[in-house]
């Protein structure tokens, strides 16, 4: 006899496991002003795409690199300093 699974049963299967822990939240909270920075770069790199090269168009995709170096280094800071004795942050 053949055992029929549905959809739900699958996924209800692993149900505990499928909500992020306090420690992935935490992260993603962490990075998340880098997430928007990279998004930000993105979006003038595409913008600068639709038309011939400007200098506005090059000083934006300037400030939004500058803005993602930031926010790497930013969080990079943090999580270096979650990792000191102390954990500082």
Not at 10 to 36: C, H, K, R
């Amino acid at each position: 006899m053949k055992h029929i699974v549905t959809v739900q049963d699958a996924v209800t299967a692993f149900a505990d496991w499928t909500e992020p822990t306090s420690a992935e939240l935490d992260a993603i909270e962490l990075e998340t002003p880098l997430i928007l920075a990279e998004v930000d770069l993105l979006d003038a790199q595409i913008k600068a795409m639709d038309r011939p090269a400007n200098e506005v168009d090059a000083r934006r995709i300037r400030r939004a690199r500058n803005r993602v170096l930031a926010a790497r280094r930013d969080v990079a800071n943090r999580t270096v300093g979650a990792m000191l004795p102390g954990g500082a942050a």
